[in-house]
């Protein structure tokens, strides 16, 4: 979980000043938590305390009304309907990474994930980029290699893991679609040598920088288990009180294996 809190500071200031290279500033002055970790700590708190999607994820959205949602987010957060709103949006795969961590199984993973996604996000596409992402990290976090994993997501969930990312970069532009997401977020962890190098791949791509890197970086954190101590430490120092009391709680429940 701590990878896709950091992907998504480290990706924060480049999402409107993308860079098109791996060789960045990891942090800077304005480096922060977006929307990408509000919800991610979000959904880690209803898996500790059982409390609905629905509910949590509108109090998130009150105690930290200004992390950058989505206008169509925004607008039902804001609003007494607890009905989602048939989006494909990359949201539902950006918060999802607890899920990942939390299960035993794949058929537990993928129900929760839907279940995650469907809160708000229920159009088809929504619910696949959530599923394909949790699914990600729970068959990292298990020992698959690259190869199985994206075997896995290129069989169950149809999206294409080919082309390399020196391919996709030069025309890739802003996308918020799960379709336009996840996939690229993906092939960057797959083309990584570690944790540092996946976010910095998926930060190399351009577009939504903060969102491609927080689904890379919760694959990759994963896989590889260790984030460096510099990064771990400049997540601990951005996050709140609340966020990080979460965060810790969450990785104490549902540790990496070794």
Request: proline residues 5%; contains cysteine; charged residues 20%.
């Amino acid at each position: 979980m701590i990878g896709a809190i950091a992907g998504d500071i480290i990706g924060s200031v480049y999402e409107w000043r993308n860079v098109k290279t791996r060789d960045f500033p990891l942090f800077c002055p304005e480096s922060t938590f977006t929307d990408d970790t509000v919800l991610t700590v979000a959904v880690a708190d209803c898996l500790l305390s059982g409390a609905d999607y629905v509910s949590r994820f509108k109090d998130y959205y009150t105690l930290y009304p200004d992390a950058g949602y989505g206008q169509s987010f925004s607008l039902w957060a804001q609003s007494p309907a607890r009905d989602p709103y048939n989006s494909w949006g990359n949201g539902s795969a950006m918060r999802v990474s607890p899920v990942g961590f939390a299960f035993d199984t794949l058929e537990e993973v993928l129900d929760e994930a839907r279940k995650t996604a469907e809160a708000t996000h229920n159009h088809p596409e929504g619910v696949k980029g959530a599923q394909a992402t949790a699914a990600a990290v729970f068959l990292a976090r298990k020992g698959k290699t690259k190869e199985q994993i994206q075997s896995y997501i290129e069989t169950t969930f149809h999206y294409s893991l080919q082309d390399s990312l020196d391919s996709i970069r030069p025309g890739y532009t802003f996308d918020v679609s799960c379709q336009g997401t996840v996939p690229p977020a993906l092939r960057a962890f797959l083309e990584s040598a570690d944790y540092e190098d996946a976010v910095r791949l998926a930060i190399s791509i351009g577009g939504d920088s903060d969102t491609l890197a927080c689904i890379a970086g919760g694959v990759a954190h994963a896989y590889y288990r260790r984030i460096p101590d510099a990064i771990v430490q400049r997540v601990y120092r951005t996050l709140d009180g609340r966020l990080k009391n979460i965060l810790e709680n969450f990785m104490e429940r549902f540790p990496l294996p070794a």
